[in-house]
């Protein structure tokens, strides 16, 4: 079984409906990220956690919103969606102890809004 | 802002040969480097971390990095067709926010049969 899985893996949803994507995990990392990939853009940071009671804002924050139900569970939710929010979603988990916090993506989410 | 910058590409070369993949960054004090590979539609893998100067080797993966210069590198030997695909450079800077990791847009590498 994978180590990050995220649901759903496609999602067509319309201008202005709530929308939640999920990322679970089984590496027993604290830390979990939520990024979107656009072409020509890259990976941007969204939201990022480093324990169930730590929530930080990323790079590109607005429109979204997300909790961390678990040290596994960590779910992205877009309260209204918009057509720009259209992208590639990741999951990504780490764990500092490594020594290089290097981090693990999931298999991707692909969100378009009509 | 900290920034991480790639050549696009594409990058061609022929199977069996050497991929050199390029990466600067803008942050002089940063610690932590990754190289990650990206299949068309995929999601980004690992293949490679580096956290001190010099060379370090992984298999047909040999990761350079240069502090001094601001510069880190992945070379590719006896490249195949599978090893097509879009490579990211990615870099933890220094600072507040230290931990958050800051990509590259990546360099499209093709290996041509």
């Known amino acids: 079984d994978a180590d990050v899985t995220q649901t759903p893996r496609n999602r067509i949803t319309k201008t202005g409906k709530r929308i939640m994507l999920e990322c679970s995990q089984t590496?027993?990392?604290?830390?979990m990220y939520w990024y979107r990939q656009d072409p020509g853009l890259g990976l941007r940071l969204i939201y990022y956690?480093?324990?169930?009671?730590?929530?930080n804002k990323g790079e590109i924050s607005d429109g979204y919103s997300v909790s961390r139900q678990a040290q596994a569970k960590f779910s992205l939710s877009l309260e209204s969606a918009i057509p720009n929010q259209t992208a590639l979603y990741f999951c990504?988990?780490?764990?500092?102890?490594?020594?290089?916090?290097?981090?693990?993506f999931g298999p991707g989410t692909r969100l378009t809004v009509t | 802002q900290k920034e991480v910058e790639q050549n696009s590409g594409p990058l061609s070369v022929p199977e069996g040969a050497i991929a050199s993949l390029n990466c600067t960054y803008s942050?002089?004090?940063?610690?932590?480097f990754f190289w990650y590979r990206q299949y068309s539609g995929k999601s980004p893998e690992l293949i490679m971390s580096?956290?001190?100067?010099g060379d370090k080797e992984d298999g047909r993966f040999t990761a350079q990095l240069n502090k001094a210069s601001q510069y880190v590198s992945l070379l590719i030997r006896d490249s195949q067709p599978s090893d097509s695909a879009t490579y990211l450079c990615?870099?933890?800077?220094?600072?507040?926010?230290?931990?958050?990791?800051?990509f590259g847009k990546g360099t499209k590498l093709s290996v041509i049969p």
């Open positions: 942050d002089r004090v940063s610690q932590s």
């Open positions: 956690s480093f324990d169930v009671k730590d929530i």
């Open positions: 580096i956290y001190s100067n």
């Open positions: 990504a988990t780490s764990d500092p102890g490594t020594g290089g916090d290097e981090q693990y």
């Open positions: 990615a870099v933890i800077p220094s600072g507040a926010g230290s931990y958050q990791l800051t």
């Open positions: 590496k027993g990392h604290d830390r």
